[in-house]
Structures are given as structure tokens and as C-alpha cells.
């Protein structure tokens, strides 16, 4: 079992950065496939990042070049460095793990979301 804590999120202005963390509890970490998703209001929830256990790294097209996924499994936290903000990143950001399933299919575990806001 893992229990999932997101932080980080808020309001900034167009052009601004904000980092978001998930803590991980529970045993592990680092045997967990990692991802970032986000729901806009009206909106289905959508891949943003994920990084596996082994290191790989995969971004959803609209937040390549902007955003940068990392880990720490010292600390069991999981980052997501989020800079050029746009009014269209608003949304409830979500962490999320799973043992098996990768990138867009990871479902095991979520955190209860951050909301980040982006002001034009």
C-alpha cells in the first residue's frame, strides 16, 4: 500500500514556474512506476509525466521543453518542475504509482491532487 501527498501548487502569472511534490509513504518507492496527471475543470483527466523506476522519462507533447519530471527515492518524493506556464497548465495536478503499468496506463495509486492555477 502506498499513500500518496501532493504540494506545491498555487497561483502565479503566465511565464511563471512552480514545482510540485508527491511524498511517497508506504515501502518501496523506488520499485514504483511514477506518473503526473491533471484535470482541468470539464476535462477528462490527462497524462503529463511519468518516470519509471528504471529512469525512463516520458512527457505528454504539450508540456515537453517546459516541464521536467525527477525523483528521489532517498526522500520516496517525486518532483515535477513546471516553468513558461500557461493559462491552459490550470488544473488539479495528481501523482500517481503503480508496481507494473507504465506512463498513461498507471492507476494504482493517487494522491488527492494540488490545484494549480495560471493567472494570462
Known amino acids: 500500500q502506498v499513500q500518496l501527498v501532493e504540494s506545491g501548487g498555487g497561483l502565479v502569472q503566465a511565464g511563471g514556474s512552480l514545482r510540485l511534490s508527491c511524498v511517497a509513504s508506504g515501502r518501496s518507492f523506488s520499485t514504483y512506476n511514477m506518473g503526473w496527471f491533471r484535470q482541468a475543470p470539464g476535462k477528462e483527466r490527462e497524462f503529463v509525466a511519468t518516470m519509471g523506476r528504471s529512469g525512463s522519462i516520458y512527457y505528454a507533447e504539450s508540456v515537453k521543453g517546459r516541464f521536467t519530471i525527477s525523483r528521489d527515492n532517498r526522500k520516496n518524493t517525486m518532483y515535477l518542475q513546471m516553468n513558461s506556464l500557461k493559462p491552459e497548465d490550470t488544473a488539479v495536478y495528481y501523482c500517481?504509482?503503480?508496481?507494473?503499468?507504465?506512463?498513461?496506463?498507471?492507476?494504482?495509486?493517487w494522491g488527492q491532487g494540488t490545484q494549480v492555477t495560471v493567472s494570462s
Open positions: 500517481a504509482a503503480d508496481l507494473y503499468r507504465t506512463a498513461h496506463a498507471i492507476d494504482d495509486y
